[in-house]
């Protein structure tokens, strides 16, 4: 240990609290006559150490603390704090009982000794990830134990906007609804305890706001707790560590940035499977519906029902991999089901115009033409072949406006023009594609009821519906956007 662990010896300690925002140890040493003496030795935030001294070692000697010398002591404290330092102040007396138990009450008539001041400047990468936080929508906050100069300081260093400062004493006096008000407006919280740090976060959070917070320290964890995100650091304490939902890693604090884009970017692909899928079954279930009431037989069999939905199903695996606009990740965004429902009502009987028109064209058009006759008046025989040809008609035209109608909604702007896609999913749906249209002449495609397909299909039916309902899904879309704000 160090010269002075051997002189003296700690018998007792009165811990910090964020009230006194102060802590002391009670020292004990030989006293030069064979005997022992105590000594109580304070440190803590300035404001609160010079209420408890009534002395100061001044100019090397021990004189009364004047109002002067306070005021001299607190003005230098105040340049310091505006470089950018925490200052604590440091006091002792030597009037200790020598046997008890020590309390917050023997914190009184105390000397003050000095001040120390810590540099703790903020990391080289805060002002770039607060910038970019801020582009992309997130606001910053501090809320800290420190005192207001020191925090304006460090804020100005990093770019975080000084709009307003409330002090934890005002907090005190306020109820939550007007917290709630001026914790919006405001950038700056300081001499904050515990506590106050996580009735703040309550607070925005009853305004709607979604509130992530950053800490390392034991009076970090209530707000952590409070929050919906609670963020820490792989050096922090504890408790801060186990009050986390996210540990930081990495040092560089544009990880936070990179986490919020990667954070948008799937929530929106998850918000495009959910919105896409969904209003695609809900106008399939509507064709069906309709196809069961007009027609004499099934629109498609079973199998052939089951091979569409898993050719539609494995090209839709490679959303997760698309890309989001930019406009997209620039705004904050929440899970709306109500959005979900607009989406599939809008969306879902749109396809299902289309789908009604392939019935038509292939019960009236298609069918008589290559089977060689309307199909009441057919023998039972050329009946399946109607049927079977009709199927695979509407297979096809299904897959294709399933499969092609996600580039239209996958985004706000015109697909391929404004906005493409990410490699997989280009890939993905193209390829479903092509094996939807190339199974039925196959043998594969016979086992499931199928038949070929005529080269008029593909020029009456086909080419036609899905140039009719890729214009229309996107002006469906822009009417979309401009009734509801958004489209996922």
């Known amino acids: 240990g160090s010269e002075l662990e051997k002189i003296y010896k700690k018998v007792d300690e009165i811990p910090f609290d964020f009230v006194r925002r102060r802590m002391s140890v009670v020292l004990e040493s030989e006293n030069g006559i064979g005997g022992k003496k105590r000594q109580l030795v304070t440190k803590g935030a300035v404001e609160e150490m010079l209420s408890i001294c009534d002395w100061v070692e001044y100019k090397g000697e021990v004189v009364p603390l004047t109002e002067e010398i306070k005021e001299e002591a607190l003005e230098m404290v105040r340049k310091l704090n505006e470089d950018g330092m925490r200052v604590l102040a440091v006091a002792q007396k030597n009037e200790v009982p020598p046997e008890g138990v020590f309390s917050v009450a023997d914190e009184s008539k105390m000397v003050l000794m000095g001040f120390l001041a810590f540099l703790d400047p903020p990391k080289e990468t805060a002002p770039h990830a607060i910038k970019a936080l801020k582009e992309h929508g997130v606001e910053v906050k501090i809320l800290t134990g420190d005192n207001e100069i020191v925090t304006k300081k460090v804020c100005k260093e990093v770019g975080i906007p000084v709009q307003n400062v409330l002090l934890g004493e005002e907090i005190e006096n306020m109820t939550d609804d007007e917290l709630a008000e001026i914790a919006e407006r405001t950038t700056i919280f300081a001499k904050l305890t515990p506590m106050q740090k996580a009735r703040i976060i309550k607070a925005l959070r009853t305004k709607g706001h ?9 009076n970090d964890a209530p707000a952590m707790r409070e929050a919906d995100v609670a963020i820490s650091v792989d050096n922090a304490v504890d408790i801060a560590k186990e009050s986390a939902d996210i540990i930081l890693l990495e040092k560089s604090l544009m990880v936070l940035e990179e986490g919020v884009v990667e954070g948008r970017k799937i929530f929106g692909n998850i918000m495009k499977y959910i919105a896409i899928t969904a209003s695609s079954n809900f106008g399939n279930v509507f064709s069906v ?7 004499p037989f099934l629109p498609m069999a079973p199998l052939q029902l089951l091979f569409l939905n898993l050719t539609y199903d494995l090209s839709m695996a490679s959303i997760p991999w698309d890309r989001m606009d930019r406009e997209y990740i620039e705004k904050p965004r929440k899970w709306d089901a109500a959005n979900i429902g607009h989406f599939m ?20 058009v298609v ?12 023998p039972a025989e050329l009946k399946a072949q109607f049927v079977s040809l009709f199927q695979t008609g509407w297979f096809v035209e299904s897959l294709w406006t399933q499969t092609m109608v996600v580039h239209m909604l996958r985004t706000e702007k015109v697909p391929f023009i404004q906005s493409m896609p990410a490699w997989p999913l280009f890939l993905f749906t193209m390829t479903a594609i092509l094996v939807g249209t190339v199974v039925p002449f196959t043998t594969f495609g016979a086992q499931l009821g199928m038949r070929p397909l005529p080269l008029t299909y593909f020029g009456i039916v086909l080419i036609p519906t899905i140039l009719a309902y890729l214009t229309l899904a996107q002006y469906v879309k822009t009417r979309f956007i401009k009734r509801f704000g958004t489209l996922l």
């Open 367 to 378: 069918g008589p033409m290559v089977i060689g006759g309307s199909y009441f008046l057919l």
């Open 210 to 218: 979604v509130v992530g917070f950053l800490g390392d320290g034991i």
């Open 345 to 364: 009502i809008w969306f879902g009987p749109t396809s299902s115009i289309f789908d009604i028109t392939t019935y038509a064209l292939m019960f009236f």
């Open 289 to 295: 519906l309709v196809a069961s009431a007009f027609l």
